[in-house]
């Protein structure tokens, strides 16, 4: 089984900045993806911006492209989320989410407002 905890969630002013953090720990030896997603109240989760261990470019949603970055430090076993030039319509609880293929496990979820 793998735990991922999340940290770094906040309230922050519009146009400021916020840096996520998301530790695995446990039976990591086989994660490959790794990403988050988020979920503002009333709505659906949405996926945010998703990389591989293994290499390769991430996707992000179009609704965070430059402004949003992932990153990652696999001897840590940790993605990051720096995000920039927040908007209100950022403000949503962000999950950190990894698996071998497909997202299978989950974090807690960060609570992340930004206000106007």
């Known amino acids: 089984q793998v735990q991922l905890v999340e940290s770094g969630g906040g309230l922050v002013q519009a146009g400021g900045s916020l840096r996520l953090s998301c530790a695995a720990s446990?039976?990591?030896?086989?994660?490959?993806?790794m990403g988050w997603f988020r979920q503002a109240p009333g709505k659906e989760r949405e996926f945010v911006v998703g990389i591989r261990r293994s290499g390769g470019s991430p996707n992000y949603a179009d609704s965070v492209k430059g402004r949003f970055t992932i990153s990652r430090d696999n001897a840590k076993n940790t993605v990051y989320l720096q995000m920039n030039s927040l908007k209100p319509e950022d403000t949503a609880v962000y999950y950190c989410?990894?698996?071998?293929?497909?997202?299978?496990?989950w974090g807690q979820g960060t609570q992340v407002t930004v206000s106007s």
């Open positions: 989410t990894m698996g071998p293929a497909a997202y299978v496990y």
């Open positions: 446990g039976r990591t030896s086989n994660i490959d993806v």
